[in-house]
C-alpha cells in the first residue's frame, strides 16, 4: 500500500526565506507526482505535475525534484511571502486504481 | 469559465437520511474523483469515474455511490447517512486519466 509522507507537519519561516518541503513516499512505482496548494476552508489549487520520468518542474518561484528511485520529492519555494503562506500537499499518482495518494501536508506560515 | 462547481456549500443532515452532493464541470474533463478530507486521515479518493458512463471505486467507497451520466456532472449519494460520513467532500477533474487534477470549493457535511 503506497504511503505518502510530509515532514515537518509545520514551519515557519520569516519573508524572504527560501522554503523547502519534503515529501516521501514507499511505492516508486508511480506515473506521477503532484503538489498542490491549501488555503483554510478552500479547496486544492494544483501547483506543479511532475511527470514518473522527469527529475523536475519549474513554475516562477516554485521548484518541485523528483527521485523515484529513493522515493522523495522536494518543493522548492524561493523568496517567501506571506501569501505564500497556507497548506502544502503532495500526492503520488498510480496507475492501479487511477488513485491519487495524499501526503498530511506542511502548513507554512510566512511572517512579514 | 467557472471550472468546478460543487452544491451545496454546507450541509446539516440527520443521521439515516439520503443525501446527494453534486459536482459540475465545465472544463470538458473526461476524469472525475471524489474526494473526502478529515483530520488527521488527510484526503482520500471515495470513487472515480474515468469517463462518462463508467465508475470505479476508491479507497473508502462503502455508504457511498455515484454516477456519471454526462461529462460535465458526477454526483455522489449518501444512501442512508451515519455520523462517520461527517467530513468535507470535495470533487475533482482531470482532463485525461493521470492529468492535472483540479479540485471544486469543497461540501462541508455534518451528520448528526
Known amino acids: 500500500k503506497q504511503e505518502v509522507t510530509q515532514i515537518p507537519a509545520a514551519l515557519s519561516v520569516p519573508e524572504g526565506e527560501n522554503l523547502v518541503l519534503n515529501c516521501s513516499f514507499t511505492d516508486s512505482a508511480i506515473y506521477n507526482l503532484q503538489w498542490f496548494r491549501q488555503d483554510p476552508g478552500k479547496g486544492l489549487t494544483s501547483l506543479l505535475l511532475i511527470q514518473s520520468s522527469q527529475r523536475e518542474q519549474t513554475s516562477g518561484r516554485l521548484n518541485a525534484s523528483l527521485d523515484k528511485s529513493s522515493g522523495r520529492s522536494t518543493l522548492y519555494i524561493a523568496a517567501s511571502q506571506p501569501g505564500d503562506s497556507a497548506t502544502y500537499l503532495c500526492?503520488?499518482?498510480?496507475?492501479?486504481?487511477?488513485?491519487?495518494?495524499f501526503g498530511g501536508g506542511t502548513r507554512v506560515l510566512v511572517k512579514p | 469559465i467557472a471550472g468546478i462547481t460543487q452544491a451545496p456549500t454546507s450541509q446539516i443532515l440527520a443521521a439515516g437520511r439520503r443525501m446527494t452532493l453534486r459536482c459540475t464541470q465545465d472544463m470538458r474533463h473526461n476524469a472525475m474523483y471524489w474526494y473526502r478530507q478529515d483530520l488527521g486521515l488527510g484526503l482520500r479518493l471515495i470513487h472515480y469515474s474515468n469517463t462518462a458512463g463508467t465508475t470505479g471505486k476508491g479507497e473508502v467507497p462503502d455508504g457511498y455511490s455515484v454516477s456519471r451520466a454526462n461529462t460535465d456532472d458526477f454526483p455522489l449519494t449518501l444512501a442512508s447517512a451515519v455520523p462517520s460520513q461527517t467530513s468535507v467532500y470535495f470533487c475533482a477533474s482531470s482532463s485525461e486519466y493521470g492529468d492535472t487534477q483540479y479540485f471544486g470549493p469543497g461540501t462541508r457535511l455534518t451528520v448528526l
Open positions: 500526492a503520488v499518482f498510480k496507475a492501479a486504481g487511477n488513485k491519487l495518494t
